[in-house]
T-cell receptor, first 112, second 114 residues
């Protein structure tokens, strides 16, 4: 599974968009990009995933560059409850041997 | 409500004792996983099971054991052979027919060895 690089920490003002970057320059053609977040001392929560196209759901948007070497998770209107560690993970489908491997993530602090 | 239940949430044990952490899911998921998390670190895979009565070692299986006698249950035993057992342990599951689907996590069990 490809490795990812994320900034260790970021700040965002409440109500503004939070843009979390992720580099995955060695991503393979069958690997998806996943985002999870973990609020302190809780289990990780799935946010969104994508392969090539940009994706949006009720929580966030995922923008994947055309060469797929990087992506950005966008929380459109960050709230204090979005303060968490955000993990960007790339992996192949489980039936192709893919595993979910968590790095150290980005610690997002949303400030009033 | 459907979900994954881990127990106990907090556990204290003396060095040299075996400890079993419970993980139960009522999501009818086929695959289940155990991860370990240390302070400031990401999650590391200990064991996983894709079907009943079958399981595979993850990246850090030494000092741990599991069983999968029922689809709903995947208990993890931290044995006395595990050199640094103090950690946050997370159980997760997923349906087998969704190879690109997300993992569902429990709320975790925090083990402290005194």
């Amino acid at each position: 599974d490809a490795k990812t690089t994320q900034p260790p920490s970021m700040d965002c003002a409440e109500g503004r968009a939070a843009n979390l970057p992720c580099n995955h320059s060695t991503i393979s053609g069958n690997e998806y990009v996943y985002w999870y977040r973990q609020i302190h001392s809780q289990g990780p929560q799935y946010i969104i995933h994508g392969l090539k196209n940009n994706e949006t759901n009720e929580m966030a948007s995922l923008i994947i560059t055309e060469d797929r070497k990087s992506s950005t998770l966008i929380l459109p209107h960050a709230t204090l409850r979005d303060t968490a560690v955000y993990y960007c993970i790339v992996r192949a489908p489980y039936n192709q041997g893919g595993k979910l491997i968590f790095g150290q993530g980005t610690e997002l602090s949303v400030k009033p | 409500d459907g979900g994954i239940t881990q127990s106990p949430k907090y556990l204290f044990r003396k060095e040299g004792q075996n400890v079993t952490l419970s993980c139960e899911q009522n999501l009818n998921h086929d695959a289940m996983y155990w991860y370990r998390q240390d302070p400031g670190q990401g999650l590391r895979l200990i064991y996983y099971s894709q079907i009943v009565n079958d399981f595979q070692k993850g990246d850090i299986a030494e000092g741990y054991s599991v069983s999968r006698e029922k689809k709903e249950s995947f208990p993890l035993t931290v044995t006395s052979a595990q050199k640094n057992p103090t950690a946050f342990y997370l159980c997760a599951s997923r349906p087998k027919d969704r190879p690109t689907g997300e993992l569902f996590f429990g709320e975790g069990s925090r083990l402290t060895v005194l």
